[in-house]
């Protein structure tokens, strides 16, 4: 149930940019798909501005497959080549694209929906050869924040796949939590949210509300959070003292977790911030609504 608080925050996130992430799970789940687009829908309504960024993982793997083709990764990042590249382009275009896109119609909603990042936004740039195949993946390579941020002065959303061109103009696969990131980092994102499948960063198994960059930082040296949460928090932790004001990691299977996150003081999952951040939360917000984040 979303509280008073509501209004505030509508409010307090008018004219603010945010980037939303989503993997291609939460995509492919029909349920899940459509909330994130009715809450989506109600941010973007009360002119929040969003850029919605969206990744292909399992789809890609199983189109792969499929398709005859093994999917290669190391430490967990896909290897792209030749081959693999249609079919992410197919995947994430032609399926999880139109799903997105189909989903937007029936809500009717109005957005701009991209084909890959555009290159006045950012290039990309190509990964090193890796186990003697030439890739078609990389990352992000002179992003211009100010072109992104100009995009949003005549739409409230624009929605795009982890694919960028290089120079040449060859399309690359992009690792989506480093696009979103990386993008977030270089626009001065208010927001950047991290739609996963999981509540949040769970210590002793409690779910942590609100955690500043200096308390990351010390459960990953403690021991605390390891493994694929310790990876994302690393890059959490960077990306807010490089400008990003608020990341929020949350469960994009559950329902209406985005909606619940901005405009509640408790929020659904985890909310990582500066230590100066974090003491400003306390004081305008959670003590406002008399609610003690764990």
């Known amino acids: 149930m979303i509280n008073p608080f509501k209004k505030f925050y509508s409010q307090l996130f008018k004219d603010k940019f945010f980037i939303i992430k989503a993997g291609g799970r939460i995509i492919t789940d029909k349920?899940?798909?459509?909330?994130?687009?009715?809450?989506?829908?109600?941010?973007?309504?009360?002119?929040?501005?969003?850029?919605?960024?969206y990744g292909g993982g399992q789809s890609i793997d199983e189109a792969m497959i499929a398709a005859g083709l093994t999917p290669k990764k190391i430490e967990g990042r896909r290897i792209t080549s030749g081959e693999d590249i249609k079919i992410v382009k197919k995947t994430l275009v032609g399926d999880l694209g139109f799903k997105i896109s189909e989903t937007m119609v029936k809500k009717k909603m109005p957005s701009t929906i991209l084909n890959a990042i555009p290159p006045?936004?950012?290039?990309?740039?190509?990964?090193?050869?890796?186990?003697?195949?030439?890739?078609?993946?990389?990352?992000?390579?002179?992003?211009?924040?100010?072109?992104?941020?100009?995009h949003f002065s005549s739409t409230n959303l624009a929605v795009c796949p982890c694919l960028a061109f290089d120079e040449e103009g060859t399309a690359l696969n992009i690792n989506a939590d480093n696009a979103a990131i990386e993008l977030a980092v270089e626009t001065s994102a208010d927001k950047l949210i991290l739609l996963t499948d999981i509540d949040g960063v769970?210590?002793?198994g409690k779910l942590k509300s609100v955690l500043s960059a200096r308390e990351c930082e010390k459960f990953i040296k403690d021991g605390i959070v390891t493994g694929g949460m310790q990876v994302k928090l690393e890059n959490c932790i960077n990306a807010v003292r490089m400008g990003v004001k608020r990341i929020h990691i949350l469960n994009g299977f559950k329902q209406h977790a985005l909606r619940d996150e901005v405009y509640t003081s408790e929020g659904t999952g985890t909310m990582i911030v500066r230590e100066a951040e974090k003491a400003k939360y306390i004081v305008q917000e959670i003590e406002k609504g008399k609610w003690k984040p764990s």
Do not use: C, S, Y
Request: zero cysteines; proline letters at 2%; aromatic letters at 6%.
């Open 120 to 150: 006045h936004w950012a290039t990309a740039k190509r990964r090193i050869p890796e186990q003697g195949v030439v890739r078609f993946d990389g990352r992000l390579h002179k992003i211009n924040g100010k072109a992104v941020r100009d």
């Open 31 to 53: 349920a899940a798909r459509e909330t994130i687009v009715d809450d989506i829908k109600e941010l973007t309504g009360n002119n929040t501005k969003i850029l919605f960024v």
């Open 202 to 204: 769970m210590v002793d």
